[in-house]
């Protein structure tokens, strides 16, 4: 099969397609043909070498998401016929014409919705549909906040907190993404200004009372800029670090407050983990996909080949949505 290799650590020229064996499902296993997958920001690290893929998966293949149909199950495994059209996250290996996963931790692609919109949700549905609900434990009538809203899990989030219930603002350093994201549902949205600008503005969207749940995609100074913005009892839930490592907090503020901050990360998730949010993402989601309440954006389309492309634009920041890849 054709699968994208990290040759070695380093830009995005490291990266080559190289045949590989077919991958052989194991018990309780199926056997993908994958049409179309996702770039994401673990892709671009792991290629540079700072974040290794977990035990159990390709060391060298990236993608962390798949649409595709069943072609083989494994010995036992019975919940999928040989055609079905599936989708779902894995460690690691979805930059490739197959592979293997748990016949659980995939979940059925509706016909409304084509490869490549299929082959962009996972990772982006999954990660805002178990921050918003199980992390944030979010309530219809919360207001959310979500940092780096035109990014391809933000404009995500935006639609499913909406259909939750909820008033959805965002942040983003440009009006063009906040554009975007107020196509998709977002009421209010600020750019980057002076200290403490994030609490200044959800003070005037929500007069003066704070936000319920803050969806954190970028870390380092976001983060005590958000707290600062937080309601009575609000909850920040961090996702991504692209904007630092580290922040301070005002810990007066937290306890007198009463507010969580917890982190999350999907990747490293144990396999029973990543069942359990994948059938959730398939319950709660996926009927919004297939109705089209919920729809994935497409920044742009790369076929496997141009995997190089995919990685530099990604990392130029200039796409609001996802980047998809086509097999
Ligand atoms: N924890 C998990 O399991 C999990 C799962 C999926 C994704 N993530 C994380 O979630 C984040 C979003 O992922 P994504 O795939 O949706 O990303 P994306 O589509 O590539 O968008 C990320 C956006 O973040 C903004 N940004 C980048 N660097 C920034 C900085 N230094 N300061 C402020 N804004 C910055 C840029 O938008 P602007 O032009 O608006 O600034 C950029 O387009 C990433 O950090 C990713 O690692 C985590």
Wanted: net charge neutral; proline share 6%; aromatic share 4%.
């Amino acid at each position: 099969m054709r699968a994208a290799v990290i040759t070695r650590p380093g830009g995005p020229d490291v990266l080559a397609v190289q045949q590989r064996p077919v991958p052989t499902p194991g018990p309780g296993e199926v056997l993908v043909r994958v049409h179309a997958s996702a770039i994401n920001r673990a892709d671009v690290l792991q290629r540079s070498g700072r974040y290794p893929s977990p035990p159990g998966v390709p060391a060298d293949i990236p993608g962390l998401e798949f649409a595709g149909e069943v072609v083989l199950n494994g010995a036992g495994s019975t919940l999928w016929s040989v055609g079905a059209r599936v989708c779902g996250l894995v460690g690691g290996g979805a930059h490739a014409e197959y592979l293997v996963t748990h016949e659980r931790a995939v979940a059925g692609v509706p016909d409304a919705l084509d490869w490549a919109h299929a082959g962009v949700a996972p990772e982006a549905c999954i990660t805002a549909h178990d921050a918003l609900v199980t992390q944030a434990q979010l309530r219809p009538g919360d207001t959310v906040l979500i940092h780096a809203v035109g990014s391809g899990v933000g404009l995500t989030a935006v639609q499913i907190a909406r259909q939750l219930g909820a008033t959805v603002y965002g942040t983003a350093r440009s009006d063009v993404k906040l554009d975007v994201a107020r196509d998709l549902g977002l009421t209010a949205g600020a750019t980057p200004g002076e200290p403490g600008w994030v609490a200044a503005a959800a003070r005037g969207w929500t007069g003066g009372r704070g936000i319920d749940v803050v969806l954190d995609l970028l870390g380092g100074d976001y983060v005590r800029e958000s707290v600062a913005a937080l309601a009575l009892k609000g909850r920040l839930v961090l996702i991504g670090t692209l904007a630092g490592l580290e922040s301070s907090l005002d810990l007066r503020y937290m306890l007198s407050r009463r507010l969580t901050v917890r982190g999350t990360v999907l990747r490293s998730r144990p396999l029973e983990e990543r069942i359990a949010v994948t059938q959730a993402f398939a319950r709660e989601v996926m009927p919004w996909l297939a109705n089209g309440v919920v729809r994935t954006r497409i920044d742009a389309t790369f076929p496997l080949e141009a995997l190089a492309e995919s990685h530099a634009l990604m990392e130029s920041n200039a796409t609001a949505g996802k980047i998809a890849i086509t097999m």
